[in-house]
């Protein structure tokens, strides 16, 4: 059985940074495309993020370039996300997500296995 358990959202005010992080537990994470996405009401969920299963390929949503870095530790089988010069825009539940072959792909139905999310609240 895949878990996927995401920590680390908040409130934060507009210029501060967070951390977030996703444990997966349940298939070989070293082998695995993860990302995050993010999502606001009313809106579609869109991805933030994506590390290929070496960490060699990352790829980014525009409005989060040069302010956000994925990462990720095989060996703890834990997925993260430095978010930095946070904005009220990046205010969303974020979700961590893994495939389950090697590369990213933009589309969340090519994700199977979700986190239940964690809110990131940014203020003015």
């Known amino acids: 059985q895949v878990q996927v358990a995401e920590s680390g959202g908040g409130l934060v005010q507009a210029g501060e940074s967070l951390r977030l992080s996703c444990t997966i537990s349940?298939?070989?994470?070293?082998?695995?495309?993860v990302g995050w996405f993010r999502q606001v009401s009313g809106k579609e969920r869109e991805r933030v993020a994506c590390?290929?299963?070496?960490?060699?390929?990352?790829f980014y949503a525009d409005s989060v370039k040069g302010r956000f870095t994925i990462s990720r530790d095989n060996a703890k089988n834990t997925l993260y996300l430095q978010m930095d010069s946070l904005t009220p825009e990046d205010t969303a539940m974020y979700y961590c997500?893994?495939?389950?072959?090697?590369?990213?792909?933009?589309?969340?139905?090519?994700?199977?296995?979700w986190g239940q999310g964690t809110q990131v609240t940014v203020s003015s």
């Open positions: 590390i290929g299963w070496s960490g060699r390929s990352t």
């Open positions: 997500a893994a495939r389950t072959v090697a590369h990213c792909s933009p589309l969340p139905s090519d994700f199977p296995y």
């Open positions: 349940g298939l070989t994470f070293a082998n695995q495309a």
